[in-house]
């Protein structure tokens, strides 16, 4: 698929929803090996963290394979785009966590 968008030229479909599908897939696995540890029953609260962690986790993979593979893809600015979308994969793991929480009460 041929995209005429300046910034999005380069995009394989299959890649960036591989980066997507790594990206939701971490959390989502942390959080259902959480869940399944623990020693109480789901609840029916725990929907909502996991499905918007996950999204946020969604859309830090495409972040990181855009940085890194699109628009940086060679070079020492690549190792500071990989840097820098890690560290904006983790914040956007963290405030979906905030935003997930807050949606249930369960965020002071």
Excluded: H
């Amino acid at each position: 698929m041929k995209t005429n968008i300046e910034f999005l030229k380069g995009i394989q479909a299959k890649s960036a929803s591989v980066a997507g599908l790594i990206g939701a897939g971490i959390p989502l696995s942390w959080l259902l090996f959480l869940i399944l540890v623990k020693s109480e029953d789901f609840e029916t609260w725990m929907i909502v963290p996991l499905t918007f962690i996950p999204l946020g986790g969604l859309f830090g993979g495409l972040f990181f394979y855009l940085m890194g593979f699109i628009w940086f893809p060679s070079g020492g600015r690549k190792l500071a785009a990989i840097i820098f979308s890690t560290v904006v994969y983790f914040i956007g793991i963290w405030l979906s966590a905030v935003l997930s929480f807050s949606l249930v009460g369960l965020w002071d």
